[in-house]
């Protein structure tokens, strides 16, 4: 990996690949505690504890705009970083961006 472009495409694949990742593990958070709560409602938990399992969801729907606004802003810059180096379109590092912004494209397309 002499060409410094490649260590670059490296570290901005990287990063969409575990924002991606986020994203996924937030949504599956929320709908996890969300079952919880329903669980705890019907076993008839007290009143103490519901409100805290509710903190817990507003917490997890918190994370999720600004996961959201930087997995955006990062794939951009990985679309534009493959744009500008189209040269590299051999080399299994670009193989693999490009497979990144297709599984995030995917997750981002996906609706709940």
Same mark, same amino acid.
């Not at 299994?92 to 599984?103: P, R």
């Given at each position: 990996?002499?060409?410094?472009?490649?260590?670059? =495409? #490296?570290?901005? !694949?990287?990063?969409? %690949?575990?924002? !991606?990742?986020?994203?996924?593990?937030?949504?599956? &958070?929320?709908? #996890?505690?969300? +079952?919880?709560? &329903?669980?705890?409602?019907?076993?008839?938990? @007290? $009143?103490?504890?519901?409100?805290?399992?509710?903190?817990?969801?507003? *917490?997890? =729907?918190?994370?999720?705009?600004? !996961?959201?606004?930087?997995? %955006?802003? *990062? =794939? $951009?810059? =990985? $679309?534009?970083?493959?744009? @500008? &180096? *189209?040269?590299?379109? *051999? !080399?299994? &590092?670009?193989?693999?961006? #490009?497979?990144?912004? +297709? @599984?995030?494209?995917?997750?981002?397309?996906?609706? @709940?």
């Amino acid at each position: 990996m002499a060409d410094p472009r490649l260590r670059q =495409l #490296t570290i901005k !694949t990287g990063v969409v %690949k575990r924002l !991606t990742k986020e994203k996924t593990v937030c949504e599956k &958070e929320v709908v #996890t505690e969300q +079952n919880r709560l &329903e669980r705890f409602k019907g076993e008839g938990a @007290d $009143e103490h504890v519901l409100r805290k399992q509710e903190e817990v969801i507003s *917490e997890c =729907l918190m994370m999720l705009p600004d !996961t959201l606004r930087r997995l %955006k802003k *990062e =794939l $951009e810059v =990985l $679309e534009k970083f493959l744009g @500008d &180096e *189209e040269e590299l379109k *051999e !080399t299994k &590092e670009y193989v693999t961006a #490009t497979q990144v912004v +297709n @599984d995030a494209k995917e997750v981002l397309a996906k609706k @709940d």
